[in-house]
């Protein structure tokens, strides 16, 4: 149970941590993204504005003048910056029909003009405006007359995007797993006062078990003694009835310490003839109760464990469901394998179980009729015995309601040959 508390509290810790860190991140480049894409894009347009080629060509329209510096489209500022000055840009000028007007390779030649002019009329054919292509950030324009294609070389802030982005992972995994033993760590400081309370618990209730468990009998034999010098009596009837019912609440709560405290001795044993054998004196109960037990036994299915606890399992499942099952009905007992586990399953007909309670029910003096006050001499405790035996024999129980059913269903794993 604390173990999976602590799982719990990692995972919980965890989650946040790479949730946080994923979230800065992705703000982060996207962010530094839109950023170095609306840059490329200001510095190829301004590129593209102050790019005239070097010899007219017949077809050429006339370029109508601009008005003055201060009316073009780029910033003098900006395109005197040293950003835009040690920036590499190609550029490649192409008629309307298709041919290579100039081609302006920058220095040194990391791109051939034939790999230029391929990729600028692979641009025009697409009618792409602006992009990236092969570490190179474009831009096409129409310039009066023909189309241009600025190129801007971008393979060294790609690269170091990459090398940022590698380090951050890495260091960033490191942090988290850092991050993952300081959880852990944090997560047994958080539980340890709660695990030192339920030993405490578990000892008390051991505790109390063995200390009631000798005057219960020391009471038991005294008013049998005086029954015998006295004869029958009511009040030593009375005696004698409540003190039987202290002896039944002292012998569950040593059950259900022996099963939490005691690792029982594990034996390999067939499920399906102890679960028989537990059936059989429980038709008689059954049918005293105007009620029929059927069981559906697979055989052939094997278990490691310890039988003196799985028959307590079987009979207590079996009690709960006589003892809730509506009058005239019937109470199924089936033992199947499923996906390599062994399902112990008994159900009953009776009052649904609300949603809020199905997991209370196997908590310690737990019951869903807060109106009985254990003169059945049931005390809550048989599910909570039930639930520690399932969890140490690696099981897991649980309780379903659906068409006015209920089901207990254990399931226990089954040992592979």
């Known amino acids: 149970m604390f173990k999976k508390s602590r799982r719990k509290i990692v995972a919980a810790i965890m989650s946040v941590l790479v949730l946080l860190w994923v979230g800065t991140l992705g703000v982060i480049y996207t962010s530094s993204y839109i950023e170095m894409s609306n840059r490329n894009e200001r510095?190829?347009?301004?590129?593209?504005?102050?790019?005239?080629?070097?010899?007219?060509?017949?077809?050429?329209?006339?370029?109508?003048?601009?008005?003055?510096?201060?009316?073009?489209?780029?910033?003098?500022?900006?395109?005197?910056?040293?950003?835009?000055?040690l920036s590499t840009f190609y550029t490649v000028a192409m008629s309307y029909d298709?041919?290579?007007?100039?081609?302006?390779?920058?220095?040194?030649?990391?791109?051939?003009?034939?790999?230029?002019?391929?990729?600028?009329?692979?641009?025009?054919?697409?009618?792409?405006?602006?992009?990236?292509?092969?570490?190179?950030?474009?831009?096409?324009a129409d310039k009066q007359g023909y189309n241009l294609v600025v190129f801007m070389d971008n393979t060294v802030i790609n690269e170091n995007a990459a090398t940022l982005f590698r380090y951050t992972l890495i260091f960033g995994g490191m942090a988290l797993l850092i991050f993952f033993f300081l959880s852990q760590f944090l997560a047994k400081k958080i539980i340890r006062p709660l695990e030192e309370n339920h030993l405490k618990q578990k000892q008390f209730i051991s505790d109390a078990g063995h200390e009631l468990k000798t005057p219960v009998s020391v009471v038991n034999a005294n008013a049998e003694l005086l029954r015998r010098e006295i004869g029958e009596n009511q009040w030593l009837d009375n005696i004698l009835y409540e003190n039987e019912r202290m002896g039944k609440l002292v012998g569950q709560l040593l059950d259900l310490a022996r099963t939490e405290s005691v690792t029982p001795k594990i034996e390999h044993i067939d499920f399906s003839?102890?679960?028989?054998?537990?059936?059989?004196?429980?038709?008689?109960?059954?049918f005293e109760k105007?009620?029929?037990?059927?069981?559906d036994i697979r055989n052939g299915i094997t278990v490691e464990g310890n039988s003196s606890q799985l028959k307590q399992l079987v009979s207590i499942l079996l009690d709960n469901g006589i003892r809730h099952s509506t009058d005239g009905c019937t109470v199924k007992l089936s033992l199947t394998k499923e996906h390599g586990s062994a399902i112990l399953s008994v159900v009953n007909k009776g009052n649904e179980i609300p949603e809020e309670q199905r997991k209370q029910i196997?908590?310690?003096?737990?019951?869903?009729?807060e109106a009985r006050n254990g003169e059945?001499?049931?005390y809550g405790l048989g599910l909570a015995i039930a639930k520690a035996v399932t969890e140490a024999h690696k099981g897991n129980i649980e309780v379903l309601c659906y068409n006015s059913l209920v089901e207990l269903r254990v399931t226990i794993p089954i040992k592979k040959a």
């Open 376 to 378: 059945d001499k049931h």
């Open 362 to 369: 196997f908590e310690r003096f737990y019951r869903v009729d």
């Open 290 to 295: 105007g009620l029929e037990l059927i069981c």
């Open 43 to 85: 510095m190829l347009t301004a590129h593209a504005d102050m790019f005239t080629l070097s010899q007219p060509f017949d077809n050429m329209l006339p370029v109508m003048p601009k008005p003055d510096g201060d009316g073009k489209r780029f910033d003098r500022n900006f395109t005197e910056s040293p950003m835009f000055q």
């Open 273 to 286: 003839r102890l679960t028989q054998g537990e059936a059989l004196p429980f038709e008689s109960v059954a």
């Open 98 to 140: 298709g041919s290579v007007l100039e081609t302006r390779n920058g220095q040194p030649y990391i791109h051939s003009d034939d790999e230029l002019k391929e990729l600028a009329t692979e641009i025009i054919k697409d009618k792409k405006t602006k992009g990236t292509e092969k570490d190179l950030a474009f831009y096409k």
